[in-house]
C-alpha cells in the first residue's frame, strides 16, 4: 500500500485529484467507483474545478457507486444518489445514464443486489474511491463482514448510525438497513484510492496499515491489494508515523 501523509483536508483532497486524474485522462471511458460521505468531497469539488476551468471532459467516464440507504431514492435528500448529484454529476458533463447506483427503493432486495453484481461483473472499475468508518468500515461494510462478500443488504452498526446521524434531523431517521457493494466488489478494482482525514479516523488507519489483516478491521483487506494508494491528513496518520 502507497501512503501519503498530507497536512490537512485542503492538501488531502487536492493529491486525491491528482491521483484520479490521470485515471481520467489516460482513459476517458474509464470506469470510476465513487463513494460519498463527507471525505470525498473535496476531491469532488476539484473535479468540478478542473472541468470548468480545463475542459476535462466525462461524456464517456461510466461510474459504480459503493452504496445506498434501503428505503431512500433520489426524492429524499439524504439519499446518496442525491449526494452524487448535488456534489458532482449535475457540475460536471457527465451522462447520468451511465452512472449506477444500488436502487435504495428497490421492492426486491435480494434482486437489486443481483443486478448490481452482474453489472459489477461487467463494469470493472479503473479506479475506486473509499472513505473509511471510525470502525474501519469500507462502504458499509461493516466489522465482521466476510472478505468474499459481493452486493448485499446491510444491518448498520450502531455506531456507523451514529457517524451519520450529523446529516440527518434526527438519529432516529437514520436508515437501519443499506444497500453495499462487498469487499470482494471492492477488491476486483484494478486500482483503490481510499482518503481518511480527522482524529477520529486514527484508529482505523492504525487498523487498514499496520494492523492484522482480519474481517473485524474490514479496510485491512486493502493490504492484499496490489494497487492501493492511501492519503490521510496528519491528524488520521497520528497512530502510524
Ligand atoms: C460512503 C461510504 C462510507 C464512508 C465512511 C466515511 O459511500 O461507503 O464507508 O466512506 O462511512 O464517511 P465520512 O467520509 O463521512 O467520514
Same mark, same amino acid.
Given at each position: 500500500m502507497k501512503?501519503?501523509?498530507? +497536512?490537512?483536508?485542503?492538501?488531502?483532497?487536492? +493529491?486525491?485529484?491528482?491521483?484520479? $486524474?490521470?485515471?481520467?485522462?489516460? +482513459?476517458p471511458d474509464a470506469v470510476l467507483g465513487l463513494a460519498t460521505g463527507s471525505t470525498p468531497i473535496g476531491l469532488y469539488k476539484n473535479m468540478i474545478k478542473d472541468h470548468k476551468?480545463?475542459?476535462?471532459?466525462? +461524456?464517456?467516464?461510466?461510474?459504480?457507486?459503493l452504496d445506498e440507504y434501503a428505503g431512500l431514492d433520489y426524492s429524499s435528500d439524504? $439519499?446518496?444518489?442525491?449526494?452524487m448529484r448535488s456534489n458532482l454529476f449535475d457540475h460536471i458533463d457527465i451522462d447520468l445514464a451511465n452512472t449506477n447506483i444500488e436502487n435504495g427503493k428497490a421492492t426486491d432486495r435480494q434482486k437489486e443486489c443481483d443486478r448490481y453484481n452482474a453489472l459489477l461483473e461487467v463494469m470493472q472499475q479503473d479506479i475506486q474511491v473509499l472513505g473509511i468508518g471510525s470502525n474501519g468500515h469500507i462502504a458499509f461494510?461493516? %466489522?465482521?463482514? %466476510?472478505?468474499? $462478500?459481493v452486493t448485499h443488504i446491510v444491518d448498520l452498526a450502531e455506531s456507523t448510525i451514529k457517524d451519520n446521524s450529523r446529516m440527518f434531523a434526527s438519529i432516529d431517521e437514520v436508515p437501519r438497513q443499506a444497500f453495499t457493494m462487498g469487499l470482494k466488489n471492492i477488491m476486483n478494482a484494478k486500482k483503490v484510492l481510499i482518503l481518511a482525514n480527522g482524529a477520529n479516523k486514527a484508529k482505523?488507519?492504525?487498523?487498514?496499515?499496520k494492523g492484522?489483516?482480519?474481517?473485524?478491521? %474490514?479496510a485491512s483487506v486493502l493490504q492484499l491489494h496490489p494497487d492501493c494508494v492511501l492519503v490521510c491528513d496528519e491528524a488520521a496518520a497520528s497512530l502510524i508515523k
Open positions: 501512503v501519503i501523509i498530507v +497536512k490537512d483536508y485542503e492538501e488531502m483532497s487536492l +493529491k486525491a485529484f491528482e491521483v484520479m $486524474s490521470e485515471v481520467v485522462k489516460n +482513459k476551468e480545463n475542459g476535462t471532459s466525462y +461524456k464517456q467516464i461510466k461510474t459504480v457507486n439524504q $439519499s446518496y444518489v442525491y449526494f461494510n461493516e %466489522p465482521g463482514t %466476510p472478505f468474499g $462478500s482505523a488507519v492504525y487498523g487498514l496499515v492484522e489483516v482480519t474481517e473485524n478491521l %474490514p
